[in-house]
């Protein structure tokens, strides 16, 4: 499989990639549990069918030390008892803000209350603008049809 276009190596795109990285950076660099945000990046990669940002995303958590327990249950998270009830929480909003178009009212209010009890207000804007732009990842990368499974942890830098 090939991609579409070289996304990774035309000029627009990198001016893109740019801007979508510095809002990425941000919430690398922010108080929400790194654990946590590839929780929520492989969660919500999984879900949009992003092969490319799946691979990406659990090299990395592997990388960083996450277990594969926790790894392979990612996908059945509300079976699992791997997993704190604040990564939970984070999940949960990642899932519904992920499939805002299958769900008529959006975010719903439990799942805002769930996540606010675990995390502060720089965290909770961390979380949305994380489920933000890993959506955006994602909907490139599938658009494109990225092809999945040759990235090496640390890749992009």
Request: glycine fraction near 8%; charged fraction near 20%; aromatic fraction near 6%.
């Amino acid at each position: 499989m090939n991609a579409r276009v070289d996304f990774f190596g035309n000029p627009l795109a990198a001016k893109v990639l740019r801007h979508i990285n510095s809002a990425g950076k941000a919430v690398t660099d922010s108080g929400l549990p790194h654990a946590t945000q590839e929780l929520v990046k492989i969660r919500a990669s999984q879900i949009n069918g992003c092969g490319f940002c799946t691979d990406m995303h659990t090299k990395d958590a592997t990388a960083a030390g996450e277990t594969p327990v926790r790894l392979n249950l990612i996908a059945a998270w509300r079976e699992a008892t791997v997993f704190t009830e604040a990564e939970r929480a984070a999940l949960e909003l990642t899932e519904q803000g992920t499939r805002i178009a299958d769900a008529a009212g959006g975010v719903d209010d439990e799942a805002w209350a769930n996540a606010a009890k675990h995390f502060g207000e720089e965290q909770l804007v961390a979380l949305i603008s994380l489920i933000a732009v890993i959506n955006a990842y994602n909907r490139i990368n599938v658009i494109n049809q990225q092809p999945a499974g040759d990235y090496r942890p640390g890749q992009f830098g």
